[in-house]
């Protein structure tokens, strides 16, 4: 096979919408290639356009000007001939869920035409290749999150593709998952005849992958081998240590203007450096340079692209805890009918203390998270939530609380002021106080331009800025956070800790589920869980030190997270 013949071929395309009676630019004269054996990574902020590109380039949508040629079809005469013939897998994969793993394989295959006679042999390949072999008779709803991620990716692959197309397809699966789901794809591409373009909002994937681009508000901003973004950030690299946890470190470093980036990471906080500035001497605080990485370049290169770029995190330190207790949790346990989902765990969170809950999907965080909301009962145990028992009063529980689901509970249809409005009504507050709270979200999440317009038609992290600012019209003492950043770029998550931090420093205790595991370096307690039980517990040191091995010395939490679970359940099938 030619490897130099492109398999997707994209030249000067554009695409526009009209939204409101206005018309806006999806994609503005884009252009790259994709070849076989290789695997080319889209990235850019909420609403660059990475999603309407991988529909223009599935044959979903025409190109308003430029060409787009898959395996060999032209997308304006033969839209029908790539969708036929191309893999793609959106970002929410139409599985079925009242059918089993095996017939949404069936269903795909006829879809697809896959003669009768090739099933049994491709089937095997793709449960062998996804590890889903003894899940083939489980109805899809049933599934955790990496399982159904994982059976999407092989329903796409039914009818063996030589371009396959996948829209973000990690978001919100845990890390075993996710490294399952790149092994795959990385073994697909390394058979040679198949081309990968991939969306995704995980930097460090953007590193396996062959070729990058990096696009915003439509255009291609940058594009070329990830090496080759790293190259540029040479020398500008550091981590900084000191006697302080690392937000207390974070919070100095940004309020320097020599630097362009701070993450929390590890026992310390790893910085970038802008363009021509000295690395200046702060008091306390030591510097050791480090290899640059893809991610440097990114929010370099989306920093300065950005009209209203981020804040930074606040110059605050963490609160210390206070000897309130905020959560206490005793023997909890819940069935779903013979199924013991969480089984007798145990937890103490402090008021002012940012508590991460952990696991991989299946794990029973949600289900945990849900019962300490109020949201679902449990079946046995204690569970009290500032002050009140969740079990006995769970309405007056939830007065005191602030939650923000993973998929935004905010009402599509209402513009950004109805649904402040709404949820200011929800949680009592009427005259001065409502006007004064919503004056407040109204300035300090900067959503005064977007004051009429419906929450459908905010960019993902605007979505998020409202949906925090509704969990914080009343001001409750504790927020409960699932999985808040899910989907978000990396700029945006950037912003939307740096509220947390505040906030924690501020005295408000926050809960976060996760699977960002950088992001678990931000909490001060943690809990792991696998198989329905806590697992592990202790701050990230702590968690990263049971991990440490030998050949391992200094694990970073992506590590302890995966070698702790794949251990445990290891054991738990051996026991079985």
Request: with cysteine.
């Amino acid at each position: 096979m030619d490897t130099n013949t492109p398999l997707l071929d994209l030249q000067d395309v554009r695409k526009t919408f009209r939204a409101g009676g206005v018309r806006v630019t999806a994609v503005a004269g884009v252009s790259f290639m994709v070849r076989p054996g290789t695997i080319t990574g889209l990235l850019g902020p909420d609403g660059a356009g990475k999603t309407t590109l991988m529909r223009l380039c599935a044959g979903l949508l025409l190109p308003d000007a430029g060409r787009i040629t898959a395996l060999g079809f032209d997308s304006r005469a033969d839209a029908a001939g790539i969708q036929q013939s191309v893999g793609y897998m959106p970002q929410r994969f139409g599985l079925y869920e009242d059918l089993t793993a095996q017939e949404n394989l069936d269903l795909y295959a006829d879809l697809h035409g896959v003669p009768k006679a090739a099933r049994r042999a491709r089937y095997e390949e793709l449960l062998r290749l996804t590890g889903l072999g003894p899940f083939g008779r489980r109805l899809a709803r049933d599934l955790s999150g990496g399982m159904k991620q994982k059976l999407g990716l092989a329903c796409t692959l039914v009818h063996p593709p030589r371009l396959l197309l996948l829209d973000e397809p990690t978001v919100g699966v845990d890390p075993i998952s996710r490294r399952e789901l790149w092994l795959i794809i990385s073994a697909l591409a390394a058979r040679g005849d198949t081309g990968i373009l991939i969306s995704t909002a995980y930097l460090d994937e953007a590193e396996r992958c062959g070729h990058v681009l990096l696009v915003h508000n439509g255009e291609v901003l940058d594009q070329g081998p990830p090496a080759d973004f790293r190259a540029r950030m040479t020398g500008r690299s550091f981590f900084a240590t000191a006697a302080v946890p690392g937000r207390a470190i974070q919070a100095r470093i940004m309020s320097d203007a020599a630097f362009l980036d701070a993450v929390v990471q590890r026992d310390g906080v790893r910085v970038v450096m802008r363009a021509g500035a000295q690395l200046p001497v702060l008091p306390g605080i030591a510097f050791a340079p480090v290899p640059p990485r893809f991610e440097d370049a990114f929010v370099e290169r989306l920093r300065a692209a950005s009209p209203m770029p981020p804040a930074p995190p606040a110059a605050a330190p963490p609160a210390p805890a206070t000897s309130e207790v905020m959560v206490e949790v005793h023997d909890l346990r819940r069935f779903f009918g013979p199924f013991e989902a969480v089984r007798g765990i145990s937890l103490r969170v402090e008021g002012g203390r940012i508590f991460g809950l952990l696991g991989a999907n299946g794990a029973g965080k949600t289900t945990t998270f849900r019962m300490l909301c109020g949201l679902l009962p449990p079946s046995s145990g204690t569970l009290t939530v500032a002050g009140i028992d969740v079990r006995a009063a769970p309405a007056m529980a939830r007065a005191r609380m602030g939650y923000m689901s993973q998929k935004f509970s905010l009402y599509g249809d209402l513009s950004v002021a109805q649904n402040l409005a709404f949820f200011a009504a929800a949680y009592g507050l009427r005259g001065a106080r409502r006007a004064e709270r919503l004056r407040w979200a109204s300035d300090a999440f900067e959503l005064a331009p977007f004051w009429n317009t419906n929450a459908n038609d905010l960019a993902l992290g605007f979505k998020q800025r409202l949906a925090l600012s509704c969990a914080l019209i009343h001001e409750p003492k504790i927020l409960f956070l699932d999985e808040p950043t899910s989907g978000v770029d990396p700029l945006a998550r950037r912003e939307f800790w740096g509220r947390i931090n505040a906030l924690a420093a501020e005295g408000v205790t926050i809960m976060v589920t996760t699977h960002f595991m950088e992001e678990a370096e931000y909490c001060d307690d943690l809990v792991l869980m696998s198989l329905g039980s806590i697992l592990a517990a202790g701050t990230p040191a702590e968690i990263r030190a049971r991990a440490r091995t030998p050949e391992r010395p200094d694990p970073t939490m992506d590590d302890a997270f995966v070698a702790l679970i794949e251990a445990h359940e290891a054991q738990a099938r051996r026991a079985s």
